[in-house]
């Protein structure tokens, strides 16, 4: 197994950087990745110090720098040493440079600002988290989107973020034996999408669920015919309401959400063309 050690310097929180690391390390198999992360990185006092814990540790060297100063010293040290560096923003920022005319304004975390988006965010946060597994349902007319599924299978973490990109996002359990509530059937607000999974993998989850409370795994909510049961109910349910429906199985929660959103997407997209015609 390879060892790299990989240096992440930003000059605001280091999100982007992050992303974009983890993104790219995805495509390798067997690295062993040390990652020496430095956020905030706005004087060449604090860098002088990063350079040299780089020195000491030489790998592949990543920045989003945008003073001119820092970002000079950053690069020449490099060079001097034989490392690689990277700015993976520059080509996106000289082609937008090249589209509209215009230089960009080299303001250090510049995307994190306390705009009306920011704020639009914070307010589906607090929205989802208090709309999670069927509460408030009586406000559901307001959310964004309505996830429904039955136990385990990733509403909650797909409900969170879809959040964090701004959607207000509630979710019902479908339980055999306890209907939802029949607004359900009414919302003309929110898109509704059916979340399902294959029965062994909800075993598994629900398994490990159990376990991790102490509980004993040999309940009928773990029972095969039982949990198929379930799931033939929930998909006769999003069948019935022709509710878009997405299988979680091999699915993460990030790749679910961005069919979510596509479905979203799309739906505005019928709208706007209606509206026009």
Not at 19 to 32: G, S
Not at 104 to 111: F, I, L, N
Not at 131 to 152: N, Y
């Amino acid at each position: 197994m390879m060892r790299l050690h990989l240096h992440l310097l930003s000059d605001s929180t280091g999100e982007t950087l992050e992303n974009i690391a983890k993104a790219a390390l995805a495509q390798y198999d067997d690295v062993e990745t040390v990652r020496h992360f430095w956020p905030m990185v706005r004087t060449e006092a604090h860098l002088e110090r990063i350079l040299q814990e780089i020195a000491q540790n030489p790998g592949l060297v990543i920045f989003t720098l945008v003073n001119p100063s820092t970002r000079r010293i950053l690069e020449q040290r490099c060079l001097a040493l034989g490392l690689p560096a990277v700015a993976p923003l520059d080509p996106v920022n000289d082609a937008l440079s090249g589209l509209l005319g215009q230089q960009a304004k080299a303001r250090p975390g510049r995307q994190h600002v306390l705009d009306a988006a920011y704020f639009a965010r914070v307010d589906a946060i607090q929205w989802t988290i208090a709309h999670d597994d069927g509460i408030a349902w009586e406000e559901w007319e307001e959310a964004d989107i309505v996830l429904a599924g039955v136990s385990r299978s990733s509403k909650t973490p797909t409900s969170i973020y879809l959040a964090n990109r701004g959607y207000k996002t509630a979710n019902i359990p479908i339980v055999v034996e306890s209907p939802p509530p029949k607004i359900l059937y009414g919302l003309k607000n929110p898109l509704i999408v059916g979340l399902t999974t294959s029965a062994d993998r909800l075993i598994q989850v629900r398994r490990n669920r159990l376990l991790s409370l102490n509980h004993q795994p040999d309940t009928s909510y773990v029972e095969e015919e039982a949990v198929m049961r379930e799931l033939a109910f929930a998909r006769r349910m999003f069948a019935d309401n022709g509710w878009p429906v997405i299988d979680v199985t091999r699915r993460s929660i990030e790749e679910t959400a961005a069919a979510i959103i596509a479905l979203c997407n799309q739906r505005r997209s019928d709208d706007v063309a209606k509206v026009e015609a």
